[in-house]
């Protein structure tokens, strides 16, 4: 897995996530986007959650999970 940074992400605009990332699943007019960013074997998922705030990226953290993002499952 490349490891990306996070302050890179911080500032940019929508467009420009895409453009780097993919759009993967995410809605665009949405303010939380998600991206798998490796699975492994035994099911263990990181994603990096993106949150926008004026339509640039106020937030970037890595989460990893066993489950869906967003599941209650």
Do not use: Q
Not at 50 to 59: I, N, T
Request: hydrophobic share 35%; aromatic share 16%.
């Amino acid at each position: 897995m490349k490891k990306i940074d996070l302050n890179k992400l911080k500032g940019k605009t929508k467009k420009e996530i895409i453009e780097e990332m993919g759009h993967e699943f995410n809605y665009f007019p949405h303010n939380i986007w998600t991206y798998l960013i490796s699975k492994n074997w035994f099911g263990w998922k990181k994603y990096i959650i993106l949150k926008f705030k004026d339509e640039m990226v106020s937030e970037a953290v890595y989460k990893g999970s066993f489950k869906k993002i967003g599941s209650t499952e």
